[in-house]
């Protein structure tokens, strides 16, 4: 079955730069958007962007846009999640997850366990 | 811009009926919007329970079922159990590659 294994913790000073992958093992990688979403400490779910890795496409939303950047090697079935210039609100569990379907739009289907970036002087 | 609304709370007893909503703080959700929902609880990743409105995830009990109840979406849990004590998370398709998720609803179980 398809599993989603993230990259380890982070910590990482103010201003600089975290990058977070995602390998997709146990089933097909390039045709499936792959989202990130992130969780601040007590805070819901927030969405940060996705890739469909077949076609280069991205999304972020507005709020990192400019900051983050998500790229995919097809070669590893790896998706990459890269946050620039980090601040303390940027502290927080990162979550890849791979859609349900092909078909676009799909939710989140699958799920990462997650990787803790804490962003600290 | 537009926000996704949940109820903060719930409370539910066992063998009870309750159902979340998930709206539009401007226009009314609909199978368009392509609504998730997903149950996480305290230290662990989500879970999917709810796709594409009302298809059930593989593995979830038919106790969770999807729909459209007037303006918004809705995720029902009939018949909860103790272990459906959960953070409950849904979320919508914007348009243009955008997702965006509700706040939240917690559900206690008592």
């Known amino acids: 079955q398809v599993q989603l294994v993230q990259s380890g913790s982070e910590v990482k000073k103010p201003g600089s730069s975290v990058k977070v992958s995602c390998r997709v093992s146990?089933?097909?990688?390039?045709?499936?958007?792959l989202y990130w979403v992130r969780q601040a400490p007590g805070q819901g779910l927030e969405w940060v962007g996705r890739?469909?890795?077949?076609?280069?496409?991205?999304n972020y939303a507005q709020k990192v846009q400019g900051r983050v950047t998500i790229t995919a090697d097809k070669s590893t079935s790896t998706a990459y999640m890269e946050v620039n210039s980090l601040r303390s609100d940027d502290t927080a569990v990162y979550y890849c997850?791979?859609?349900?379907?092909?078909?676009?739009?799909?939710?989140?289907?699958?799920w990462g366990k997650g990787t803790t970036v804490i962003v600290s002087s | 811009q537009t926000v996704v609304t949940q109820e903060p709370s719930f409370s539910v007893s066992p063998g009870g009926t309750v159902t979340l909503t998930c709206g539009l703080s401007?226009?009314?959700?609909?199978?368009?919007?392509?609504p998730g929902w997903y149950q996480q609880t305290p230290g662990q990743a989500p879970r999917t329970l709810i796709y594409?409105?009302?298809s059930r995830s593989s593995g979830v009990p038919d106790r969770f079922s999807g729909s459209i109840l007037g303006n918004k979406a809705a995720l029902t849990i009939t018949g909860a159990q103790a272990d459906d004590e959960s953070d409950y998370y849904c979320?919508?398709?914007?348009?243009?590659?955008?997702?965006?998720f509700g706040g939240g609803t917690k559900v206690t179980v008592l």
């Open positions: 979320v919508l398709y914007m348009g243009s590659g955008i997702w965006v």
């Open positions: 401007s226009g009314s959700v609909s199978t368009s919007d392509y």
């Open positions: 146990g089933g097909t990688f390039n045709s499936y958007s």
């Open positions: 890739i469909i890795p077949i076609l280069g496409t991205t």
């Open positions: 594409n409105t009302n």
């Open positions: 997850a791979r859609a349900y379907d092909v078909v676009v739009p799909a939710a989140m289907g699958v």
